[in-house]
């Protein structure tokens, strides 16, 4: 079995980050490698030892002086949307009706599906993401395009068929029947197979009736391993409307909790204005709130208050949003991210950045025995980082100091150009030639 030697600054965590000093929670090789056998890490570590375990004739792939670490994931994106990023003007629901709504009617045709899915896929790659979690639209097929471009790609991916009958088109609406029946049919096909993951998806409260809810419920029930996701508390408008629709709830995040879709496999996408008695549920349930930096200001949806969800014990993650979110790339929803916290007062470390775009999300979706670190038997999705690609970058990085300023200045002046390489299960997907010397090397 032929094996391969990736070569760099090598960077994985073990633990989250408390603080700029926290050395522990983290493995960094000045002079590090990987050493990857039929897709699955066999070791990492300093490169002299790494190497004195590889076979004779391993490949090798030298990266330096770019940085090593495991894929980036994403766990909250629409594939349907990928051509309505940057749609102008509106806020959420005006927004969904007048240009998400009209988009997500293309993906009835199968080819035009496809197509999509695979540009999807790409850009995941060529922004050093190896797993997301999406929302594929109402027509089945379009999980199938989804998971076949996936596949293709042997991509371990999160995802399923929207569920939604009320208030939207026509050509969106399933019924509660129809939702069952497909999403029932989709998970027998898709779950588990190969890297695939499903995620029961019914789109919120507003687009569900109750009778879509209760056989939420029971696929929830009957596929105790599946993921599910939706979206809570994401705009003021939309709280109002979502909690008129379910009077007898105590609040937004007391629907979901009626209907049984709180759990550990739970990903509720915005939780901008919960309450600590909303947090606290969360908390108890295990479901992880989605924070989506660009796609909150985007739509000018609001800040997401994550010292509420640390103080409370509450599990969060990060995530693109794409298409409300405005970009595909971890680091520039990273650098949003800061700044939301910011905003309030809130800090979050370049050292807990990147944790949340490897480990931290890996653990937000209970799979970091495979993915978001690369320890002995990791799956090998690993993305190669180039702090100095673009011109400014470079300059800048000609005053970086630590390891902690170079993370700093990547995820505020990085995206895509920074992305050198991605491996999925140990398959190079970006060759890109590196000749640049760094300036921390
Ligand atoms: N709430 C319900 N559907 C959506 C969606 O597609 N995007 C966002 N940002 N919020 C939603
Ligand atoms: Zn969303």
Redesign the pocket.
């Known amino acids: 079995m032929n094996e391969l030697l990736i070569r760099g600054r090598v960077l994985t965590f073990v633990d989250e980050p408390n603080g700029l000093e926290d050395t522990a929670s983290y493995r960094y090789f000045e002079d590090g490698a990987v050493l990857v056998r039929a897709g699955r890490v066999v070791t990492s570590g300093p490169y002299d030892r790494v190497k004195g375990l590889a076979t004779a004739d391993a490949e090798i792939a030298d990266h330096r002086p770019n940085l090593v670490l495991p894929g980036l994931i994403d766990t909250h994106l629409?594939f349907p949307?990928t051509q309505a990023i940057a749609s102008y003007g509106a806020q959420?629901l005006e927004w969904?009706n007048t240009y998400?709504f009209v988009e997500e009617q293309k993906f009835a045709q199968p080819e035009h599906a496809a197509f999509i899915a695979g540009r999807f896929m790409d850009e995941l790659i060529s922004n050093g993401t190896t797993t997301a979690v999406a929302y594929c639209s109402v027509h089945p097929e379009s999980v199938d395009a989804y998971f076949t471009a996936a596949e293709q790609r042997g991509m371990r991916m999160i995802g399923g068929k929207v569920m939604m009958d009320r208030n939207a088109p026509d050509a969106l609406c399933d019924s509660p029947e129809r939702g069952y029946d497909e999403t029932r049919q989709l998970i027998e096909k898709w779950h588990n197979r190969g890297r695939a993951h499903y995620a029961i998806s019914p789109?919120?409260a507003i687009t569900s009736t109750p009778e879509q809810m209760e056989v939420s419920r029971t696929l929830v029930a009957e596929f105790p391993d599946c993921y599910v996701q939706t979206?809570l508390s994401?705009n003021r408008d939309e709280i109002a409307y979502a909690t008129s629709l379910y009077p007898d709830a105590k609040d937004y995040t007391d629907i979901y909790a009626r209907y049984g879709l709180l759990g550990d496999k739970t990903l509720l996408?915005h939780c901008i204005y919960l309450d600590d008695r909303e947090v606290s549920v969360l908390a108890e349930t295990g479901a992880v709130g989605v924070f989506c930096p660009t796609?909150n200001l985007f739509?000018g949806s609001g800040l997401f208050d994550r010292d509420r969800f640390d103080r409370l014990g509450a599990r969060w993650s990060v995530a693109t949003?794409v298409g409300?979110g405005t970009s595909f790339s971890m680091l520039e929803t990273m650098d949003e991210a800061y700044k939301v916290l910011h905003l309030q007062g809130q800090r979050l470390s370049p050292l807990n950045s990147f944790y949340r775009m490897t480990l931290g999300n890996a653990r937000a979706l209970g799979l970091d025995d495979r993915i978001g670190s690369l320890h002995a038997g990791a799956d090998a999705d690993i993305v190669v980082l180039d702090s100095s690609a673009k011109p400014a970058m470079e300059l800048r990085m000609r005053t970086a100091k630590s390891l902690v300023e170079e993370l700093f200045i990547l995820q505020t002046m990085g995206d895509d150009r920074c992305v050198a390489e991605v491996y999925v299960a140990g398959k190079a997907m970006k060759a890109k030639a590196i000749t640049r010397q760094g300036a921390l090397a």
């Open positions: 629409h949307q959420l969904l998400i789109r919120f979206h994401e996408g796609s739509l949003d409300a």
